[in-house]
């Protein structure tokens, strides 16, 4: 054995990128690290002057606002009115929920975010930040050797990639425009404005999404013309001032092919606009699903609905800010921006201009052309040193349709020889869940892949100075103890919605691979453990507790414990959460989201229909409340999957986890 003299040795943690993705990444990651007691030393890696800003909120041009209202932009997914509350404090406070404030506001509040994590983290978090690129990636055993552009390397035993959006490579312009001065490629990029912004000539954005309407604003001034040339010819539409809450649809979506996909997308689109005046609310009751819904295509549809939906989509999705919408038509009116339809099928290149002749129209002579097409999606053609290692290594694999990479649901990326402990989030995940580069998603993910790495961190030693280093022998495979800490899964959701079915499927399997494992049944555990209990809400309180404290026990002593049962109340889920938290015991809450609907005909104990005849009262989900969990680890849909591969699902999740 060990010394207890012997300190644990701090996880190392590479993350490659500092805007939000991976500042994210380090906020969550320094918060888990004293949930669990576990030490952390963090690296930080990304050439750029400020962490937190990247690509999206590095702009100081006061026009350039967030495209989402400041309530929803909290990067902690617990507290949702952080940003506006850090907003109020430090930037304006006049702000509210409601309010679309500066990009740059956003940088600077992950950047303090991120440091505040980090203090608090004390001792247990050792952090810095290197203004560098990495440039290559190896893997050794396990674990990774980074090579940096400065020539030094770094060690990690987990590396996260979170280097955001791709540059675009502008295949649409000519070898001839691209190698012009008055050409601009990225406007993103340090400087790359200056040659429009000392003069009035006109411009030409090609393009006609966000980034354009973000340059225009910057480029706009007296006496100067502005063109918008786009495939589609739209424009982003604009936030509500006053927005209604999302409309989820009302009839099933999932599983449906594109073509009879697109049609019950448009007629939620339009019994929403009828009932309520405004489409928004349907487009934004469609987000909880997006994900889904484009899982569930083939390759094929996906690359259809790209060629075909995806402008459309993106307008609607991807909204401007209601004073962003103002000034655009402001423009519009004066005759300041103008939209134009098409291709750009011909440049004629002179000194001091450049003509750019769209498919069927006039040539439209400007002195600059500015690339505003948007990010590039596959990492294939990215010309970033580090990503081109990775997919030639084959440490990672293409996604789907070749955009962004392939990995777990849990975002832990594909290798062509299996996994190692290298994750990835945000636009490089596009491929696989298509919406994923909002704040809303990349914040869950940013803190389920710290929860991830964490929960899987080895308790490793670090000899104490002076000591000797011991020589450790590994057993063979066959004799290693399978299962060391123990865990708890809790399975909440509706009667009859299959909570025990995949606990029992779950358990068999876990047994047959050599795993100690126990199901704490709601049935069972109220006859014996809270016998003379009844319903109210204090008793479901306290049966819901004991289980928990039981559950506790086991797991620290090595075993997984399996807890199908209801447990309606959210608060009373969270303190069962937080008693494992406290215990540095992992923890798991899985939804099993069967619908009251699917739930009532199966009716396995006949509650549903003693209560639809009067002889029961205090059904959950029927006349007593079930508060569903809003951020599951896992959610699993008994109603539409068997019940072995809802299993699979969880089975797959704790294998991520590294719980088994």
Avoid at 43 to 66: I, K, N, Q
Avoid at 340 to 358: F, K
Avoid at 370 to 380: E, F, I, N, T, W
Avoid at 396 to 412: E, K
Wanted: glycine share 8%; proline share 8%.
């Amino acid at each position: 054995m060990l010394s207890s003299t012997r300190a644990q040795a701090p996880h190392r943690l590479v993350v490659v990128g500092a805007g939000a993705a991976g500042t994210m990444v380090v906020i969550h990651a320094a918060e888990e690290a004293v949930r669990r007691r576990r030490p952390v030393r963090i690296t930080l890696v990304d050439p750029g002057p400020r962490t937190g800003a990247g690509v999206a909120f590095a702009t100081d041009d006061p026009r350039h606002l967030l495209n989402v209202p400041a309530g929803n932009m909290s990067c902690l997914p617990d507290r949702p009115g952080h940003f506006v509350d850090w907003l109020v404090r430090n930037r304006d406070a006049s702000a509210t929920a409601r309010s679309f404030v500066p990009r740059r506001h956003y940088g600077d509040y992950l950047a303090a975010t991120s440091a505040a994590a980090v203090d608090r983290a004390g001792g247990l978090v050792t952090y810095r930040r290197l203004h560098t690129r990495a440039t290559a990636c190896a893997w050794h055993g396990d674990r990774a050797r980074l090579t940096l552009a400065d020539g030094d390397r770094l060690t990690a035993d987990s590396v996260v990639l979170a280097t955001g959006p791709l540059t675009a490579r502008s295949p649409w312009a000519s070898p001839e425009l691209r190698a012009s001065k008055r050409f601009v490629s990225d406007p993103w990029a340090p400087d790359a404005l200056a040659g429009p912004l000392a003069d009035d000539a006109d411009v030409l954005l090609v393009g006609s999404g966000l980034t354009a309407v973000d340059v225009a604003m910057t480029l706009a001034r007296p006496g100067r013309t502005i063109h918008l040339l786009s495939r589609h010819g739209l424009l982003p539409r604009a936030h509500a001032v006053a927005p209604l809450p999302p409309v989820p649809p009302a009839e099933p979506l999932e599983g449906l092919p594109l073509r009879p996909l697109r049609a019950a997308v448009l007629r939620h689109i339009r019994q929403v606009t009828r009932v309520h005046g405004d489409w928004r609310p349907a487009v934004d009751g469609l987000r909880p699903l997006t994900a889904r819904l484009w899982g569930a295509l083939g390759e094929e549809q996906r690359a259809q609905f790209l060629r075909t939906d995806r402008p459309r989509w993106n307008v609607l999705r991807h909204r401007m800010a209601p004073e962003t919408a103002e000034a655009v038509t402001r423009l519009r009116t004066a005759r300041r921006l103008r939209v134009h339809v098409g291709d750009a099928a011909e440049t004629r290149i002179d000194p001091d201009a450049l003509t750019v002749t769209p498919e069927g129209s006039a040539p439209v002579r400007v002195g600059w052309v500015v690339d505003c097409s948007g990010p590039g999606l596959r990492p294939a053609e990215s010309d970033d040193p580090l990503l081109t290692c990775l997919l030639s290594s084959g440490l990672a694999l293409p996604g789907p349709l070749g955009m962004g990479f392939a990995a777990t649901p849990g975002g832990q990326l594909r290798s062509r020889d299996g996994y190692r402990s290298l994750w990835t989030l945000g636009a490089h995940r596009r491929g696989e869940l298509w919406e994923t580069t909002a704040v809303p998603e990349i914040r869950q993910q940013a803190a389920d892949i710290a929860r991830s790495i964490l929960c899987a961190a080895r308790t490793e030693s670090a000899p104490a100075v002076g000591a000797e280093t011991p020589v450790v022998v590994a057993s063979p495979p066959s004799s290693r103890v399978r299962h060391r800490t123990g865990c708890t899964v809790w399975l909440t959701g509706l009667p009859s919605a299959g909570k025990s079915s995949v606990a029992r499927e779950l358990a068999t399997r876990l047994r047959a691979e050599g795993h100690r494992v126990e199901v704490l049944d709601g049935d069972e555990t109220r006859s014996h453990l809270s016998a003379g209990l009844g319903f109210s809400r204090e008793d479901r309180d306290t049966h819901v507790r004991r289980i928990g404290m039981v559950a506790e026990v086991l797991a620290r002593n090595g075993v997984i414990v399996l807890v199908p049962v209801i447990a309606p109340y959210r608060a009373n889920r969270e303190s069962v959460r937080l008693r494992h938290d406290l215990a540095r015991i992992p923890y798991l809450e899985i939804h099993v989201a069967a619908p009251v609907e699917v739930c009532s005909v199966r009716d396995v104990k006949g509650l549903y229909a003693r209560q639809a005849a009067g002889a029961l009262q205090g059904l959950t989900g029927v006349d007593d409340p079930y508060e569903a969990p809003e951020r599951p680890d896992l959610r699993l849909h008994t109603h539409r999957e068997p019940v072995s591969v809802s299993a699979d699902g969880v089975h797959l999740m704790l294998t991520e986890r590294g719980l088994i």
